[in-house]
């Protein structure tokens, strides 16, 4: 790559390998303007150092309405950011509106709250690998032990089982937010906006103990309003299910890649947890974390930045970042870095206490139960999510052997 043309920052190739474009960003242009569709820009960020100055910034503002006219202009959020029934979350609140709805959510995720899911946990996976490994084939993306997050989600919420497959099959179309599909996210977030408004009423009327029930709770004593309700609900959604699926196969994909790291996992557990935070350093499953505007003109690794000018954090980028990491594009279980996978500051992730005990039950179970596992296609021809967001392959398809 030369060092003057900036690279593509999307495309089939940007996709499948993102690294060398933001190993020339990090060195070429750190601090980076880069276009987006429909005429508008944001700077991109790639550097550890300033990506984790940006996440701790309490003035670099989270509040849509806080972005720059040509940002809002250019309708840079997904369909139902103007929805106040959808989208009045923490996620994109600043100062004491934030903390009050981040303290409200937050009890559903204590690690006592956690370990009382890990029996869910066990039990979905099983049932799924008991699925799987009748077979001598799978794909640990799409059969995955994918139905686990979205099943732990509806735990949480109170999702009644009768409804969980409706559940489940919609959420899948919110996430994939591919191109060809975002014309069925509006539809789809239609029913999401109904689905959850009717939970909310069957809570209002018959109090549960669930974190619904406790939203609902916060709304009867007047902490939360009902918009903040369903927001709340549907941000824990969005967030916690296509980013522990792109987890989970970005970790299979990194063992599969290394059969020895895979035969030394299973042997050791105690490298699990190592392995899955190696996992979120090195191939991130949320590629950039969500849009943040300067309240004031500032400036960012020494680039002035205006009042209101999005900005993207690479968390992608800044996880392998050479003057934070040695090796850093070596996946290593052993090395016991802190990463940014789940971001820093306040926003830092609610759920992922969560997240990593789905994904240790998963690659537990995955290495219980499928021996001499092996991918079923070369490495060239996985495909990866064409997303800004998310950093997570469409399918990985693996053999075993069977007994
Ligand atoms: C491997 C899986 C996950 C990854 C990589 C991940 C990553 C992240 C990151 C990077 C952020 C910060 C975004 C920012 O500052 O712009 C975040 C925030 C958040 N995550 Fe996660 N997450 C995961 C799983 C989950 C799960 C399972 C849940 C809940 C069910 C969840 C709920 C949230 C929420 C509610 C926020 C917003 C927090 C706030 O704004 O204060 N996440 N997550």
């Known amino acids: 790559m030369s060092a003057s043309a900036p690279p593509p920052l999307h495309g089939p190739a940007f996709d499948a390998d993102p690294h060398p474009a933001y190993r020339w ?19 991109l960020v790639t550097r550890h150092e300033d990506a984790r100055a940006v996440l701790a910034d309490p003035d670099m503002l989270k509040d849509p309405a806080r972005g720059n006219e040509v940002w809002r202009g250019a309708r840079m959020g997904l369909p139902f950011d103007h929805r106040p029934s959808l989208v009045r979350s923490m996620v994109n609140v600043d100062g004491d509106d934030h903390t009050r709805l981040r303290k409200v959510a937050g ?23 008991d699925r ?17 997050p979205i099943a732990i989600i509806c735990d949480i919420l109170g999702v009644p089982p009768e409804d969980r497959a409706e559940f489940h099959r919609r959420a899948a179309v919110i996430d994939a937010s591919a191109p060809e599909e975002i014309a069925a996210i509006g539809t789809t977030t ?31 004593s007047g902490h939360l309003t009902r918009d903040e309700v369903t927001s709340t609900a549907f941000l824990l959604l969005v967030a916690g299910h296509e980013t522990t699926v792109a987890l989970l196969g970005n970790l299979f994909l990194s063992l599969l890649r290394a059969p020895e ?8 557990r105690d490298l699990v947890g190592p392995a899955i935070e190696e996992t979120l350093r090195l191939e991130s499953p949320l590629q950039n974390a969500t849009w943040r505007f300067p309240r004031t003109a500032t400036t960012v690794g020494g680039v002035a930045l205006e009042a209101g000018e999005p900005v993207l954090v690479s968390l992608l980028a800044a996880g392998r970042d050479p003057e934070r990491y040695d090796d850093p594009d070596v996946f290593d279980p052993e090395r016991g870095e802190s990463h940014l996978g789940f971001g820093h500051g306040a926003h830092y992730c609610v759920g992922a206490q969560l997240a990593r005990m789905e994904a240790r039950v998963a690659v537990n ?3 219980d139960r499928l021996p001499g596992l092996r991918l079923a296609a070369p490495e060239e021809d996985l495909r990866w999510w064409p997303s800004m967001i998310m950093h997570g392959l469409f399918a990985l398809p693996v053999r075993f052997d069977t007994p």
């Open 25 to 43: 960003l990090r060195e070429h242009s750190p601090v980076h303007r880069m276009e987006l569709p429909g005429g508008a820009w944001a700077w």
């Open 261 to 268: 790291h895979l035969e030394r996992l299973r042997r050791d």
């Open 107 to 129: 009890g559903a995720f204590t690690p006592r709250r956690v370990r009382t899911l890990v029996e869910s946990a066990e039990r979905v996976t099983a049932g799924l690998l």
């Open 365 to 367: 179970a995955v290495l």
């Open 190 to 220: 239609d029913w999401f906006d109904d689905y959850l408004g009717r939970l909310v009423d069957a809570r209002l009327a018959e109090p549960a103990d669930d974190l619904l029930g406790d939203l609902v709770e916060a709304h009867r």
């Open 132 to 148: 799987i490994a009748a077979s001598s084939e799978a794909d640990l993306v799409r059969d995955r032990p994918s139905p686990l």
